[in-house]
């Protein structure tokens, strides 16, 4: 089983998880962690340090926001064996998390899907209509 956690800035997470619960019509199994702006970062590792230690035996996926941001970069110090880091993630590839047939499967497979739904989710619409002149 994998199981799943997001963090990101604000409660992006939390909205992310609404729409692709209310897409999906019903309630998914992932928790959301919104990074405290005023904090050093502190609370949010406490509450990740907690989410694993629940998560034992259980490979994990951490999706964040953006590469780079304060989210991303608390969540690599926890990358290892079981557990991955998506940063960047979108509602595309959210989706395809929960969507995946294989998402009691292999985990690397799983990881793989989703970062790539995550980028075929990214269009520029005037490349699919054309020039319109």
Known sequence: MIKSVIITHGNLGREL?????????????????????????SAMIAQL???????????????????????????????GPGVEVISGINLPGLLKFFCCEEHNGDFRQVVKKVEQEARNGISVISEYLGDKK
């Open 49 to 79: 340090e907690k989410f694993i230690a629940r998560s034992r035996g259980s490979k994990i996926v951490i999706f964040t926001d953006m590469f780079g941001g304060s989210p991303s970069n608390i969540s690599t110090r926890f990358v």
């Open 17 to 41: 998880v609404q729409v692709a619960e209310k897409i999906l019509g019903r309630p998914l199994a992932i928790e959301s962690i919104a990074f405290d702006w005023q904090g050093d970062g």
